[in-house]
């Protein structure tokens, strides 16, 4: 058998393969306390080896950190996939079924600003769906405030936008 810093690092590229679209730190971290499986400062440990040596991507947006497989990630996994228990597998599936909506959820809604040279902000909000991108809207403001405010409220708030802008476009 494996060792377990192994078995973890393959379970996150399973994980990642199997979700089929990005997950954030706490989604990974999660399912290794839920089923504790080992701490959070070793899942922060197999993270960060698995992103230096470049077999998952990282994108910080704000204060979330996603993750998604890389093509060298795909192909370590498809070299060393049976080393992954079926035990391990079902805790995968199961942890997916329970939380995939909020992971869509998640992962689909997504907003950041950035400082212009002008000294206003450049706002961007989105919508995605099975990574077809629904609405993209950049709105300039003029404080960061106004900024981390937009941000703030976009997922609570991007159906309604959507949906008025759909009518107020269509109609």
């Known amino acids: 058998m494996a060792e377990p810093f192994t078995i973890y690092k393959l379970t996150i590229l399973y994980m990642l393969d199997r979700a089929g679209f990005p997950l954030s730190n706490t989604q990974l971290s999660n399912f290794f306390l839920e089923q504790e499986y080992t701490d959070y400062f070793r899942v922060q440990e197999v993270i960060g080896n698995l ?3 470049k077999l998952i991507d990282a994108n910080t947006i704000r204060s979330t950190t996603q993750y998604s497989l890389t093509a060298a990630g795909k ?6 996939r ?4 079926e035990g391990i597998e079902e805790d995968v599936r199961t942890y997916f079924e329970q939380n995939k909506w909020e992971f869509r959820q998640e992962n689909s809604i997504m907003s950041d600003y950035r400082r212009l040279r ?3 902000y ?4 989105q919508v995605k769906n099975d990574g077809d991108t629904i609405i993209d809207l950049t709105l300039q403001v003029s404080t960061k405030e106004q900024a981390e405010s937009i941000c703030a409220h976009w997922k609570q708030n991007s159906g309604d936008a959507y949906a008025y802008l759909m009518d107020t476009l269509l109609n």
């Open 51 to 53: 992103v230096d040596a």
């Open 75 to 80: 192909e370590t996994l498809g070299f060393f």
């Open 82 to 85: 049976e080393k992954i228990t």
């Open 118 to 120: 002008n000294q206003k």
């Open 122 to 125: 450049e706002v961007r909000c």
